[in-house]
């Protein structure tokens, strides 16, 4: 057990120092968890994991990892980045929700629907809730 924390100590060291090289850098640092870091220069964001720029800062916002996927926000358009910091979807819709077992409900125009872990939209954007879109998706199997 001891052994155990002593390995989260230095992890959190390691860390913590990561983020201090990193400020020296970047006007802005925020630690997303794991090895993943947002980088602020001006007043857009990009992604670090391990020491390395993985995505271009490029972004108005990123969200922490969830599920291997992180939320960016350019203007008042969301879409998702994977953890090696890969678009999966373009900033194109009004609202997303993170992934849920292999999907994330998005919605356009106040209409819903749900893409899958590469971007392709699984259920179109045509349910008037993410209630629905679950529903839907639950009942038809869409995703696996």
């Known amino acids: 057990m001891k052994s155990n924390l002593v390995l989260l100590e230095k992890m959190t060291e390691v860390q913590r120092r990561e983020r201090e090289r ?15 870091f947002a980088v602020k220069h001006g007043q ?49 819709y009004d609202l997303v929700y993170f992934f849920t077992d292999g999907y994330a409900v998005v919605a356009k125009s106040r209409m819903f629907g749900a893409i899958n872990e590469e971007g392709k939209v699984i259920c179109p954007l045509r349910y008037a809730s993410s209630r629905e879109v679950d529903q839907v998706i639950r009942e038809q199997s869409l995703v696996m």
């Not at 970047?26 to 993943?36: F, K, S, T």
């Not at 271009?56 to 916002?61: E, F, I, N, S, T």
């Open 22 to 36: 990193l400020k020296k850098e970047y006007d802005d640092v925020v630690h997303l968890g794991g090895e993943y």
């Open 44 to 92: 857009q964001w990009g992604c670090v994991a391990d020491g390395h720029l993985i995505c271009d800062v490029q972004y108005d916002k990123i969200s922490y990892f969830e599920e291997g996927f992180a939320i960016v926000r350019l203007g008042r358009k969301f879409g998702f980045i994977n953890r090696a910091g890969v678009p999966i979807c373009l900033p194109e």
